[in-house]
């Protein structure tokens, strides 16, 4: 049975659903607060039934809470610029710019091992018109293809680099050297095309133009084209939804069910706080028995 537009979980937080396929609302949660362990069960499941949550009305609270929060998701990552505050990776777009937007369809670390479980999401500076973040279901995106295709991806594997994919010279990011650094640090990765969600089995798209070089076995010409074939999906409007940011809000998404698209229209500059935690590997469908798959509940 489908879920309504509207319920109330176990421990008594209030879900507001956006759009058929992704997002919810929630609300009933103060997050100055010590979270119940119930609460925290409540919104690991919300969050994956609906791929991408949205807290209001958090402006009272500091790093401190915004940590504590993301550790219900998992264990934090330290990989941001600040030695004080390395789970915290900045969010900065300066007005009218398209840089530091993140403006194209992606999910985040797939270059990684262990890519981000679950990013949370925090309004610092918001811009108060323009500059919001799309988010599209990937396991609306993976059903939604022909069964064939479906059929010939399930076991394919993505090649992922960091330094590969980036510019050897980009003030954004570094110099040439910094690269070189860089792909020390970060060698490349193979991540499935298709995952599998380890808490519900949901099988979700994973590759994508951003972050998905070639594929194994492929030549790289029919590999890129494939890829692109796969991430045309994220498009489609009816497997999105649309977030205005607004002072105190908090994102909350699952990078292994969603993908995300920062909007280029900000018209002041805009400054968020993310933290992002890891849980394991991502799994695809060959390493978790079929018996266990199942949907997602979000049609």
């Not at 969010?91 to 530091?100: D, L, M, T, W």
């Not at 980036?166 to 499935?192: C, I």
Request: glycine residues 8%; charged residues 25%.
């Amino acid at each position: 049975m489908d879920q309504p537009r509207e319920y109330r979980t176990a421990s008594g937080l209030g879900v507001y659903r956006l759009q058929p396929a992704v997002g919810a609302v929630v609300s009933g949660i103060d997050l100055a607060a010590p979270i119940a362990e119930d609460q925290a069960e409540d919104l690991r499941q919300t969050l994956y039934a609906h791929g991408v949550i949205f807290l209001r009305g958090q402006a009272h609270i500091g790093f401190a809470e915004h940590l504590a929060f993301a550790r219900v998701f998992g264990e934090p990552i330290d990989d941001g610029p600040d030695p004080a505050r390395p789970m915290i990776t900045p969010v900065r777009s300066k007005a009218g710019s398209r840089e530091g937007t993140a403006s194209v369809w992606h999910t985040d670390g797939c270059y990684l091992p262990v890519p981000p479980a679950v990013s949370v999401l925090r309004a610092i500076e918001p811009c108060p018109f323009g500059g919001d973040t799309c988010y599209a279901s990937a396991v609306a995106a993976y059903a939604g293809l022909p069964e064939d295709l479906r059929q010939e991806i399930e076991s394919l594997r993505f090649r992922s680099s960091l330094a590969e994919r980036m510019p050897k010279k980009n003030d954004s990011f570094g110099t040439a050297e910094k690269w070189d650094e860089l792909r020390a640090k970060y060698p490349e990765v193979h991540q499935p095309v298709v995952s599998v969600h380890p808490a519900t089995g949901a099988r979700a798209l994973y590759a994508n133009t951003t972050w998905s070089l070639d594929i194994e076995g492929m030549p790289v010409e029919v590999g890129q084209a494939l890829i692109r074939r796969l991430s045309e999906e994220y498009a489609r409007p009816e497997y999105q939804v649309r977030w205005q940011w607004e002072p105190g809000a908090l994102a909350i998404w699952d990078n292994r069910l969603v993908m995300h698209y920062g909007v280029p229209d900000q018209t002041t500059d805009r400054y968020l706080e993310r933290i992002s935690v890891k849980q394991g590997p991502i799994l695809g469908i060959g390493d978790r028995p079929a018996s266990v798959a199942a949907e997602l509940q979000t049609a």
